[in-house]
């Protein structure tokens, strides 16, 4: 591959990356500790990522439960837990904190299928941003380095390439993603 199209080939795998980030997200019938990924919480003066200051399982189906390090550190995780989108109540014992997720209904089924497919198009939006951009930075090339139309055509040939593995990516993950959405 051409130096020039990897760079492009690069932003398009992380916009992929940053899609199957947002996914994992949004959560189905199941527990799925990933929902946690992005509630951090004060520990020491600094903002944590959940992860690093508490072990997290899933010992049902439907319960996420959090087992701080530190006993002091459960009005914390309480805390930082109500504050995020999750929009789930934690209960605690006092040295565990459990996340118990109600069976969704089918209304919010079909939501969250819409946000997911939503959130697909917003991919497909930017990897045909940066499509665009790496056609426009060839013709510049084309100008500056005073290159062939066939090296132009070839390189946006190999862009164009990318850009349907891409969105074909991308339609798969949405596709399965909202597949295990709506099975009950």
Known sequence: MDERVKVYDEKMTKTIANLDSELATIRAGRANP????????????????LQQVANITVPEARIIQIQPW????????VKAIQMSELGINPSTDGKV????????TEDRRKELTKDVKKKGEAAKVAIRNIRR????????LEKAEDLSEDIIAGLEEDVQKLTDKYIKDIDKAVEVKSKELMTV
């Open 34 to 49: 990933h929902v946690l990924d992005r509630i951090t919480v004060e520990y020491y003066g600094a903002p944590t990522p």
């Open 97 to 104: 904190v459990r996340l118990i997720f109600p069976e969704l």
């Open 70 to 77: 530190e006993a002091s550190m459960v009005k914390e995780i």
């Open 133 to 140: 951009d790496a056609n426009d930075s060839f013709k510049k």
